[in-house]
């Protein structure tokens, strides 16, 4: 039995979001020299191969870890996340680290918004107020009316709105299937999806970019066992509000490595969708334990 603590299920959750930045700032160094597509077929060929590791490490192996009655709408889920990943990577090599965390972190809200449609959640005015705060924000970090709007903004909602749908899919499928089942069906559905539209785009890669290949791959496996392990130790209303540290410190690899800024109206606009996010977070929470709407 492993024993629960929250406190420290958030250090670990705080030190998920470090590896986790440290990968997203690896991928914008490598997608500035390789195709995207490329890049994020090879780190799911090692997502796949961890995947399979840890389920011949469970009871009923491989075999009980595929078993699913969903297998379509498992499937459709691995693929999704490697389309977004691909676009939240492509998104970085657009607007940057700084930007893109500050737009991804409306898929909260997004979530929440979402929640009614797909899965027949019902969320209170309380929390439909925070999302439209949030929105508020996103919409002072776009600043469309200084005249510099960059459409290419709009990438890293869309890479959001794809985050969402997969988070609530992921709660759907949770009806049925184990956090085991859902788990390699991520990781081998999207290893195969990548391959068929990554391999055409292979180039070959210079002598020192296997070394930051070789890290991606190890960030993005460390980040998932990390993951895994803070669920596994503490409730996940407890340490899903610190999952915004990885915007502080995606952020702060943008700025210090690749020479980014931050704006003004991004850190008030960041702020702005932080606080509605927690709060619809804290909400949620405060309605699951009433049993009622919030």
């Given at each position: 039995?492993?024993e629960?603590?929250?406190?420290?299920?958030?250090?670990?959750?705080?030190l998920?979001?470090?590896?986790?930045?440290?990968?997203?700032?690896?991928?914008?160094?490598?997608?500035?020299?390789y195709?995207?597509?490329?890049?994020?077929?090879?780190?799911?060929?090692?997502?796949a191969?961890?995947?399979?590791?840890?389920?011949?490490?469970?009871?009923?192996?491989?075999?009980?870890?595929?078993?699913?009655?969903?297998?379509?709408?498992?499937?459709f889920?691995?693929?999704?996340?490697?389309?977004?990943?691909?676009?939240?990577?492509?998104?970085?090599?657009?607007?940057?680290?700084?930007?893109?965390?500050?737009?991804?972190a409306?898929?909260?809200?997004?979530?929440?918004?979402?929640?009614?449609?797909?899965?027949?959640?019902?969320?209170?005015?309380?929390?439909?107020?925070?999302?439209?705060?949030?929105?508020?924000?996103?919409?002072?970090?776009?600043?469309?009316?200084?005249?510099v709007?960059?459409?290419?903004?709009?990438?890293p909602?869309?890479?959001?709105?794809?985050?969402?749908?997969?988070?609530?899919?992921?709660?759907?499928?949770?009806?049925?299937?184990?956090?085991?089942?859902?788990?390699?069906?991520?990781?081998?559905?999207?290893?195969?999806?990548?391959?068929?539209?990554?391999?055409?785009?292979?180039?070959?890669?210079?002598?020192?970019?296997?070394?930051?290949?070789?890290?991606?791959?190890v960030t993005?496996?460390?980040?998932?066992?990390?993951?895994?392990?803070?669920?596994?130790?503490?409730?996940?209303?407890?340490?899903?509000?610190?999952?915004?540290?990885?915007?502080?410190?995606?952020?702060?690899?943008?700025?210090?490595?690749?020479?980014?800024?931050?704006?003004?109206?991004?850190?008030?606009?960041?702020?702005?969708?932080?606080?509605?996010?927690?709060?619809?977070?804290?909400?949620?929470?405060?309605?699951?334990?009433?049993?009622?709407?919030?």
């Amino acid at each position: 039995m492993i024993e629960q603590s929250n406190r420290r299920g958030i250090v670990l959750m705080i030190l998920t979001t470090l590896v986790f930045s440290a990968q997203d700032g690896i991928s914008r160094h490598l997608a500035e020299s390789y195709n995207t597509l490329m890049v994020v077929m090879i780190r799911y060929w090692f997502f796949a191969a961890f995947v399979i590791l840890i389920s011949t490490r469970k009871a009923g192996g491989v075999r009980a870890a595929a078993a699913t009655s969903q297998p379509w709408l498992q499937g459709f889920r691995g693929v999704l996340l490697a389309l977004e990943i691909c676009v939240a990577v492509y998104g970085f090599t657009l607007v940057g680290l700084v930007e893109s965390h500050a737009i991804f972190a409306t898929y909260p809200l997004l979530i929440t918004a979402l929640a009614g449609p797909v899965l027949g959640e019902v969320a209170g005015w309380r929390r439909w107020l925070a999302i439209l705060v949030g929105f508020a924000g996103m919409v002072i970090i776009l600043d469309p009316g200084s005249g510099v709007f960059k459409p290419a903004a709009v990438v890293p909602f869309v890479s959001a709105l794809m985050f969402a749908l997969y988070g609530l899919l992921t709660r759907y499928a949770a009806r049925r299937d184990s956090a085991a089942t859902s788990f390699f069906w991520t990781g081998t559905t999207g290893a195969v999806a990548m391959t068929v539209i990554g391999l055409p785009a292979w180039t070959p890669m210079q002598g020192t970019d296997w070394l930051w290949i070789s890290a991606l791959c190890v960030t993005g496996a460390t980040g998932h066992w990390l993951l895994i392990k803070t669920y596994e130790v503490a409730e996940a209303s407890a340490v899903q509000p610190f999952a915004y540290f990885q915007l502080v410190f995606a952020s702060t690899i943008g700025i210090l490595l690749f020479g980014e800024t931050l704006r003004t109206n991004v850190a008030v606009g960041t702020a702005i969708i932080v606080a509605a996010g927690i709060f619809t977070l804290w909400r949620a929470h405060v309605r699951a334990r009433r049993g009622g709407r919030s």
